[in-house]
């Protein structure tokens, strides 16, 4: 079946450790996103690719990183710089189209103690 | 100012009630624009998107106003399986293919 898959569903780090968070998709798609969503909160932007080897900043991209080596995959790296990173993040895919829907992975929950 | 922004929540209605959700943005130059439902620790799912001319799902009906920049979302006829977070979605401002979600707007529908 054609989907976007996030793994772990949840992890569970040290401080002070990075950790990388995988995104894979099989749905053929350019356009790449990660979120992050607080409790109560709403999805906040880190980062976003459109095409394999090019990605930008989102409004929290601080203490985040990215890679687009290839179509189907976006790891995101939450590094030691990132002074709260204990969150839901989200990863989605969608043709590069604006006026077409994003799928989403069933997110990754990240507890850092 | 955020990017989008969305009526604060709860909303908690009867089953039957109509409700409806607003949502501005700030930039003139987005292009599309969409409804999210996110169940309790669950990914969000599209719900519907919303075009210029209005659009009708069943009980939910979007709207767009370019000259005023939101959009809004009418929910008749509420049912307990409609409880749920609503965000709205608005892609091609600031940057192509950037997709900007609001707050979200928790809705409670009670027996």
């Known amino acids: 079946d054609g989907g976007i898959t996030q793994s772990p569903k949840y992890l569970f780090r040290k401080e002070g450790q990075n950790v990388t968070l995988s995104c894979e998709q099989n749905l053929n798609h350019d356009a790449m996103y990660w979120y992050r969503q607080d409790p109560g909160q709403g999805l906040r932007l880190i980062y976003y690719?459109?095409?394999?080897?090019?990605?930008q900043k989102g409004d929290i991209a601080e203490g985040y990183s990215v890679s687009r080596e290839k179509k189907e995959s976006f790891p995101l790296t939450v590094t030691s710089a990132q002074k709260n990173p204990t969150a839901f993040y989200l990863c989605?895919?969608?043709?590069?189209?604006?006026?077409?829907?994003?799928?989403f992975g069933q997110g990754t929950r990240l507890t850092v103690v | 100012r955020k990017e989008v922004e969305q009526d604060p929540g709860p909303f908690n209605v009867p089953e039957g009630a109509t409700v409806a959700f607003n949502c501005t943005y700030s930039?003139?130059?987005?292009?599309?624009f969409f409804w999210y439902r996110q169940d309790c620790r669950k990914e969000p799912k599209l719900l519907m998107s919303?075009?210029?001319s209005g659009n009708e799902d069943g009980r939910f009906t979007a709207q767009l106003n370019r000259a005023s920049q939101y959009i809004s979302l009418l929910i008749r006829d509420s049912k307990l399986s409609d409880s749920a977070t609503y965000l709205c979605a608005v892609n091609g401002g600031g940057g192509y293919n950037k997709l900007i979600f609001g707050a979200g707007t928790r809705l409670a529908v009670h027996p």
């Open positions: 989605a895919s969608k043709k590069t189209e604006t006026n077409t829907e994003a799928f």
């Open positions: 930039n003139s130059a987005s292009q599309s």
């Open positions: 919303v075009y210029s």
């Open positions: 690719s459109q095409i394999v080897n090019d990605f």
